[in-house]
Every structure is written in C-alpha cells, then in structure tokens.
C-alpha cells in the first residue's frame, strides 16, 4: 500500500488496507475533526435550502406532543446539567469577545496616531516592530476580510496565506 499526506497535518501515513485511497486523514482526532467540519461546510454550502421553512414542521410535532421538552428534562437531568455548564461558557466567550473587540475598538484612534506621527518614515521597520498594532489597525477595517481569501483546498506550497498561493488549509504552514 502507498503512503498518502494527511492534508492537515501534513504527515505521510499509510491507509488502512480495508479503507485504501478513500483514506483522507491521518487518523489523529485534531484532523478527523477538521475533516469533519470541512465536510459539513461543503455539504451546507451544497444544500443552502435543506432547513429552509422547517420551522412550521417542528412548531407542529411539538404542538401534537405538549410537554414533552419538560417531560425529557425531568428525566434527563445529566443533560440539563451539561448543556447549562455549555451555555455558561458560551456566554463566557461571547462575553470576553466582545470585551476585546471594544477594548480594540477604543484604542484604534490611538493606535493609528501613534503609528502615523512616529518620526521615522521607514514603515517597513515599523511593521516589523509593531505587528500588534498593525493587526488592530487592519482587523477593523471592513474591506480588508482576510478569512475570505483562505481556500480550504489541500496544500502544496509552503506559505499559509491561500492554497492558491501554495498555502495551506486553514492558513496552516506545512510541516517539514
């Protein structure tokens, strides 16, 4: 059997002989679940209507069957427990991004003076010197969508800006 290249990780591995060539990942569960994600990504890009005007279907079998959500948290008491851990933490992160994103938002008029009335002219050295601050500066500009450019095709390049520049998937460098 031939070696194949896991497309995430970059690691040659050899498919197990009852899969064959319809292997795609090396079998590490970091790139299962990039794989997985990719493929659901493909799928709803795909299928852009399936849960279209599903709402009514669902407003209609819960109407057929009063009490059933409460009835199912009464006797699952694990899951409530775990999806309010889940919704608590979900909140937590929404909360601290948000947090960020004003924080970053505020010191944008004072990141861009600072940058613009340094007395050196070479910007080049700036950015080299500054990449925080570049980063705020461009992350809030709405026409510079740098995620829109990242192609989510295998790699065969070594830069990690877009496959079609030789990058990688997921703006991942390739391993050597």
């Not at 990039?34 to 209507?49: E, S, T, V, Y």
Request: charged share 30%; proline share 7%; glycine share 4%.
């Amino acid at each position: 059997m031939k070696r194949i290249k896991c497309p995430y990780c970059h690691v040659l591995f050899f498919p197990h002989p009852w899969v064959g060539k319809r292997a795609k990942t090396c079998g590490n569960p970091a790139c299962q679940k990039a794989l997985k994600a990719h493929n659901n990504a493909r799928w709803r890009r795909n299928n852009p209507d399936y849960f279209k005007d599903d709402y009514e279907r669902v407003k209609q079998w819960f109407e057929n069957h009063p009490g059933y959500l409460k009835q199912y948290r009464e006797s699952h008491p694990e899951y409530v427990e775990k999806n309010r851990k889940a919704q608590r933490l979900k909140y937590r992160r929404k909360k601290l991004v948000f947090d960020i994103q004003a924080l970053i938002t505020k010191q944008l008029p004072n990141i861009t003076e600072q940058l613009w009335n340094l007395p050196v002219f070479d910007r080049q050295d700036q950015i080299l010197s500054q990449p925080i601050e570049f980063t705020f500066l461009f992350s809030n500009l709405p026409c510079l969508d740098i995620q829109d450019k990242i192609d989510f095709s295998p790699c065969d390049g070594d830069t990690f800006l877009s496959s079609k520049q030789g990058g990688c998937r997921y703006g991942f460098r390739k391993g050597h």
